[in-house]
């Protein structure tokens, strides 16, 4: 008898937790509706940002496999430079 309500009393404490969980994130939810327009610009601007970042890496490898081509056939020819 006795363990089973030490098990009922971490039952309630466990729900108890629970609630206070859910009651913070629903405040957290609520705070994030408030400033979401200023949260979707910064999300906007960090994917254009990504999105130059990608841009410029992929100009850079081009530029580097052009390099290598070329040394590559420099390296066939016997031409050192």
Do not use: C, H, P, Y
Request: charged share 30%; hydrophobic share 40%.
């Amino acid at each position: 008898m006795l363990s089973s309500l030490r098990k009922l009393g971490q039952f309630n404490m466990f729900n108890q937790f629970k609630v206070t969980q859910l009651k913070q994130s629903e405040e957290f939810f609520n705070m994030s509706k408030k400033f979401f327009g200023k949260n979707e610009k910064v999300i906007k601007n960090r994917m254009k940002s990504v999105s130059s970042i990608a841009k410029i890496t992929k100009a850079m490898k081009m530029v580097s496999a052009s390099k290598m081509k070329g040394d590559l056939v420099r390296l066939e020819r016997g031409i050192i430079v």
